[in-house]
């Protein structure tokens, strides 16, 4: 079945270090997006990335969708503690009926001060 | 924005007995909301489609008379949690999009059941 894998599953920087996850697909995505939830919360929605080779930036937080668009990416530059979170990337259901999504399994991030 | 509430936001009942979890769209329709399951440290895994004015569908392997989904308005989805066991204990969450640009989602429902 369609899976959406992401790595790392943990990571832990120093505060002023940068940050990424990746996202992989194992069918093409219509659009892929990312969600963030902060310890003890819920998901909230950060982005969403429709076309090939898209880019889109939010102040230290830079989005990409890659070509063949199976493939994403969130980087964050210079981390703050505020960053402090698990980030999901999320893709349509294969049949891309419903509007349901399956998500990637997370990367827990740690800022350490 | 787009607000979706969920209630309540934590439960504790006695094995055997049913929850129920209500989902509202505060300022907007939703014919259509979902319903997530998420474990500690874990991802998100969809459990049901909640479709107003129709039958829900529901994922593989997700037991539809345990965990019954009403969705009676174009505004509240309701999750039942029938005859809880300790292995239901869990953080539910549902979430709606008033577009077709990111979802919202609610502060989830913490069961725990004793």
């Known amino acids: 079945g369609q899976q959406v894998m992401q790595i790392p599953q943990y990571q832990h920087v120093q505060e002023g270090e940068d940050f990424t996850t990746y996202c992989n697909s194992s069918t093409t995505l219509s659009n892929i997006q990312w969600y963030k939830q902060r310890p003890g919360g819920h998901p909230v929605f950060l982005i969403q990335l429709v076309k090939s080779g898209e880019v889109k930036k939010q102040k230290r937080l830079t989005f990409q969708f890659g070509e063949a668009k199976k493939n994403s990416s969130l980087h964050i530059t210079a981390t703050q503690t505020t960053d402090v979170g698990t980030y999901f990337c999320a893709g349509p259901g294969e049949d891309n009926q419903g509007g349901k999504l399956i998500f990637g399994q997370g990367t827990e991030l740690s800022v350490k001060p | 924005g787009a607000v979706v509430s969920q209630h309540p936001s934590r439960v504790i009942c006695k094995s055997g007995t049913s929850v129920k979890i209500e989902c509202r769209s505060l300022d907007f329709q939703a014919t259509t909301m979902f319903w997530y399951r998420q474990f500690p440290k874990k991802s998100l895994m969809l459990m049901a489609t909640s479709n107003e004015g129709s039958k829900a569908t529901y994922e593989q392997g997700v037991e539809k008379d345990k965990f019954l989904i009403n969705h009676a308005s174009l505004t509240l989805s309701t999750l039942t949690v029938t005859s809880a066991h300790p292995e239901d204990s869990s953080f539910y969450i549902c979430?709606?999009?008033?577009?077709?640009?990111?979802?919202?989602f609610g502060s989830g429902t913490r069961l725990t059941v004793v």
């Open positions: 979430s709606a999009s008033e577009s077709n640009y990111g979802y919202t």
